[in-house]
């Protein structure tokens, strides 16, 4: 049987779960858990409660503070040139925006992500990645060939994504089928102009666009670009399609969380132009993911590294003497204990608006909290288990990454997809994605803080109703919701000249920066370049 066989046999078994009034109704009824991200340590702090004296001290001559991919990377780094005298407090949620979950059930785990779920290829530049890949047997031979050699057990297999458009699903996310021409001649524009940007270079000899974006070209004339949005730049190209303008937004609110019209425009060329990875054993801009999202990553890292996590969350990093101190603190069922860690240097490895709370004095780092801080995009992670598939319309089958044109909402992935080959899995893990870019921030934070678990299981699950209507709900067994307050930076104008980011990137003393934050926005490539510079740094 092949796989579009598979799919459409496997969609029809939703049928026999109920009947159309009586799955709108189950909306309401799926059970969930919620799980608010750093809320319990945050409002604790925000309470004004006091942390109780440390009940002990450690010791250690690197202290990693966080544990994302920017803390890991690092830790990574330490342990590659033989250093073995570091830890790590992991913060409120170890592995950060890379963490996952799993779930128990009596068909066996099945593992989902709780944030990032796929890495591109390295380009050429970005060697640190693909050092990483390598050290870790990902990438198993010529790591910095052009064209290197992939595990293939973690290249995307297809089919990898569709969208929803019209009623009818198609292949990929650009809508194509039964649009106008002269939009489907913008479309090829546009494409066609990313290629000539991703080849470009600078007055100083760099590519404009590449990974880590501390390698891209520091030319004025490009740099003009941090100056505008996305929207305002393809308005004054003269780009009109709205297929190809709703498709330039989905993908800003897919990788920043925000929208076109308010992310800058060389953010979201960089988006285009700075993937061009290459494999020997897949086709150009192929994709790296695991049923974990980057969770099994983040786990192979934290276990090649060795390095020794703490549980807890930094309250207070300060100078004392030749020592870094790290007031931590860890609470369970709303009692908190303390210890303190004190080391010769202290890797800061969390976002800026955490760091410029619990480092003292960041002000003396050039770093200004009011004005320097980025503005944060709220994220939602909804992990349906499904007992079933549910039934599928005609046209694309059931892809790995599955899109409907609308918005909030970002689609759903399906965490099985890279273990179906033939046979249909007993369950299976939908991955729905929001985005809430259609309010400001603030306004999404307070709303996701009163909303009710029915609300958020609704909100979650309104792309998979567009898809499935009454039949997708019978199918799920339960669901777990992640919320991020603060996910991601996003990358707004002007974030490219951010001061305080530039002074922190800069920092080399017994306080050092790391996060993707340093970049302005969160990807893998960004986070585990300042880890990795960081620990050079610690070790120097």
Not at 25 to 50: C, F, K, M, N
Not at 90 to 113: I, K, M, S, V
Not at 177 to 194: I, S, T
Request: proline share 6%; net charge neutral.
């Amino acid at each position: 049987m092949d796989r579009r066989s598979f799919i459409r046999t496997a969609g029809a078994a939703g049928l026999a779960a109920g009947a159309g009034a009586l799955g709108f109704a189950r909306w309401q009824e799926i059970p969930s858990t919620l799980d608010y991200v750093g809320r319990a340590e945050g409002h604790y702090l925000r309470d004004r409660h006091a942390v109780p004296p440390p009940s002990r001290i450690i010791d250690t001559d690197v202290a990693i503070l966080g544990s994302g991919i920017a803390g890991l990377s690092a830790a990574w780094k330490l342990a590659r040139a033989g250093h073995k005298d570091f830890l790590m407090v992991d913060g409120p949620q170890p592995d950060g925006n890379a963490a996952g979950g799993r779930f128990h059930t009596d068909a066996g785990e099945l593992a989902y992500p709780t944030g990032a779920h796929y890495l591109p290829l390295p380009s050429p530049e970005s060697t640190h990645v693909r050092e990483i890949l390598a050290d870790l047997g990902i990438i198993q031979r010529d790591p910095f060939a052009e064209q290197p050699t992939y595990d293939e057990r973690f290249i995307l297999h297809g089919p990898e994504e569709r969208l929803l458009f019209n009623g009818a699903w198609q292949d990929g996310f650009l809508p194509t089928d039964g649009v106008a021409a002269w939009e489907l001649a913008e479309h090829k524009r546009f494409f066609a102009e990313v290629e000539r940007l991703r080849a470009l270079r600078g007055a100083d000899g760099r590519r404009i666009f590449v990974f880590p974006t501390a390698m891209s070209s520091e030319d004025p004339a490009w740099q003009r670009l941090d100056g505008i949005t996305l929207k305002q730049w393809l308005d004054r190209e003269g780009y009109r399609a709205p297929t190809l303008h709703w498709y330039l937004n989905y993908c800003c609110r897919d990788d920043y969380g925000t929208r076109y019209d308010k992310v800058s425009a060389w953010a979201g060329l960089h988006y285009y132009c700075s993937r061009w990875g290459k494999a020997a054993n897949a086709g150009n801009g192929a994709w790296l993911t695991w049923p974990g999202g980057l969770a099994p990553l983040a786990r192979a890292m934290a276990t090649r590294s060795g390095v020794k996590r703490h549980a807890g969350t930094v309250v207070k990093v300060k100078r004392n003497g030749n020592k870094v101190e790290a007031l931590c603190f860890t609470l369970e069922n709303g009692v908190a204990r303390s210890y303190l860690v004190r080391a010769r240097k202290a890797i800061v490895a969390m976002p800026l608006y955490v760091a410029s709370r619990v480092v003292e004095d960041m002000a003396g780092y050039g770093f200004d909290a009011r004005r320097d801080t980025p503005a944060y995009a709220p994220w939602i992670v909804a992990n349906f288990l499904m007992k079933d598939f549910p039934r599928e319309l005609p046209h694309a089958p059931l892809s790995w990454d599955n899109v409907v044109y609308q918005e909030p909402g970002l689609g759903y992935v399906v965490s099985t997809h890279q273990d179906i080959r033939v046979a249909p899995p007993a369950k299976t893990v939908f991955s729905a994605y929001l985005a809430l870019s259609d309010r400001t921030p603030a306004d999404a934070r307070k709303w996701m803080m009163r909303a009710s678990p029915d609300e958020l299981v609704e909100a979650a699950g309104r792309d998979l109703k567009t898809a499935y209507g009454w039949t997708f709900a019978p199918c799920v067994e339960r669901v777990e919701i992640t919320l991020r307050g603060h996910a991601m930076a996003a990358p707004m104008p002007g974030f490219r000249s951010n001061a305080g980011a530039r002074a922190l990137r800069e920092a080399d003393g017994p306080i050092l920066f790391a996060h993707a934050d340093l970049s302005g926005f969160s990807v893998f490539e960004e986070a585990a370049w300042w880890g990795i510079l960081a620990a050079g740094r610690a070790l120097a």
